[in-house]
């Protein structure tokens, strides 16, 4: 298991389409991969549900976990920090 922490830069957080982009990115993956809000302390969510991806109220500020778990653990990790940390195509 390879996990990993950022923080939310986006100004209106992870709203619906930036959310569905960090699916898609993270469906190009075969790990198992999760999502944890850690200022809100929440449960490991899979990253390729949006639906639960937006169960985690993921606004600007918002310390995230993300977790893989898989043949390609460290690069889903590492592609999928990169993309929050350039703002998930909207900043």
Same mark, same amino acid.
């Given at each position: 298991?390879?996990? /990993?922490?950022?923080?939310?830069? !986006?100004?209106?957080?992870?709203? $619906?389409?930036?959310?569905? $982009?960090?699916? /898609? +990115?993270? $469906? /190009?993956?075969?790990?198992?991969?999760? *999502?944890? !809000? *850690?200022?809100?302390?929440?449960?490991f969510?899979?990253?390729?549900?949006? @639906?639960?991806?937006?169960?985690?109220?993921?606004?600007?500020?918002?310390?995230? %976990?993300?977790?893989? +778990?898989? %043949?390609? +653990?460290?690069?889903?990790?590492? @592609?999928l920090? $990169?993309?929050?940390?350039?703002g998930?195509? +909207? *900043?």
């Amino acid at each position: 298991m390879y996990i /990993k922490s950022t923080t939310i830069i !986006n100004p209106t957080g992870l709203h $619906a389409r930036p959310a569905g $982009a960090f699916v /898609k +990115e993270a $469906a /190009k993956f075969k790990s198992v991969i999760t *999502v944890k !809000n *850690v200022t809100a302390i929440s449960k490991f969510v899979s990253a390729k549900s949006i @639906s639960l991806l937006m169960t985690l109220g993921l606004s600007k500020g918002t310390v995230i %976990e993300i977790s893989a +778990e898989g %043949e390609d +653990e460290i690069s889903a990790v590492d @592609s999928l920090i $990169a993309f929050v940390d350039g703002g998930l195509g +909207e *900043v």
